[in-house]
């Protein structure tokens, strides 16, 4: 398959132009995006030269959210495939989810998903720049995000293909138990335009447990729901806490969370701690606090199943 996307970009050479549209939202120009469909140019307008993909294609290869929101707010389709047929061999690249999912863009990501996306599509392969060039991986965007570590997207595309099959997974039937405790942390908050990160979680007696871990990557994932806030991947944050030699959850306190922060550029930072209770349950203790300041700004409780096997 490989060869014929190389036959493909070989035939780019020819230095033909791609349509008006497909150049504007890569380029993140959204006055221009604006201006050519105002004029009547099709939002799905596509070319074999540049393997079928549309202008939401390349916004999101070029993590354009706000072009690619405008564009699905006007017509496109979520579900357009990339492809090349050269020489009568067809390969497959896949829908703008699939990009969406290689990169790991959570919030892109989530957008397609609210616009229709199929989160199950035929696999595809990851692609990088602007003549769709190989990037390594291939399958359903659930299998590449779980590949490339995008723990959040995972989740997101598992809560969606569950969804749509009529099942209750470990992470939509817990959004419903996270979810309130996420929005209890952030009643009261009134600022907007902010990075928030979620440390992580520890037991109060100081163990060491990947529990943590788990209960962090749902905290995000509802926190992303959310919409209110920029969220720090998870995978970002285990890099710190791998340079900080704070991998276990039980090593993370007040303290060393205000120093995550600062590191991960966040203005928020989110932490908490664990007690097991009978039956299978967890106690919550979540706090959110400024990393400048180090001052609480709210704190919340609440109980949650430890559905998950060490």
């Not at 704070?246 to 989110?270: E, F, N, T």
Request: hydrophobic residues 40%; proline residues 4%; charged residues 20%.
């Amino acid at each position: 398959m490989k060869k014929y996307l190389l036959l493909l970009l070989t035939a780019l050479g020819c230095g033909c132009a791609a349509p008006a549209i497909y150049n504007a939202a890569g380029q993140g120009d959204l006055a221009r995006v604006q201006a050519l469909l105002a004029s009547g140019t099709d939002p799905n307008e596509h070319t074999k030269l540049y393997a079928n993909e549309t202008a939401l294609h390349q916004a999101v290869i070029y993590s354009r959210l706000e072009v690619a929101r405008y564009l699905l707010d006007h017509g496109a389709d979520p579900n357009a495939e990339a492809s090349t047929n050269i020489l009568g061999h067809f390969s497959l690249i896949g829908t703008p989810l699939m990009y969406a999912a290689c990169k790991g863009q959570t919030a892109m990501v989530q957008l397609l998903l609210e616009r229709g996306a199929d989160p199950d599509p035929r696999p595809g392969i990851c692609v990088r720049g602007r003549y769709s060039q190989p990037d390594g991986d291939e399958g359903s965007p659930l299998q590449v995000a779980e590949k490339r570590g995008h723990t959040v997207v995972a989740q997101l595309l598992k809560s969606a293909i569950s969804s749509r099959l009529g099942l209750t997974t470990g992470t939509a039937r817990n959004a419903g138990e996270y979810g309130p405790i996420v929005g209890a942390l952030l009643k009261d908050y009134s600022g907007g335009g902010k990075t928030i990160a979620v440390a992580g979680f520890s037991y109060a007696d100081g163990r060491v447990s990947s529990d943590g871990n788990v209960v962090a990557e749902r905290v995000t994932t509802e926190l992303i729901k959310t919409k209110r806030l920029k969220v720090v991947e998870r995978k970002e944050i285990q890099k710190v806490l791998g340079e900080l030699r704070l991998q276990s959850a039980g090593a993370i306190d007040q303290a060393s969370a205000k120093k995550i922060g600062s590191m991960l550029g966040a203005d928020l930072i989110v932490i908490g701690t664990l007690a097991e209770l009978p039956g299978n349950k967890l106690e919550l203790n979540v706090r959110m606090a400024g990393v400048e300041s180090g001052e609480a700004i709210s704190a919340v409780s609440g109980h949650v199943v430890k559905d998950w096997i060490n």
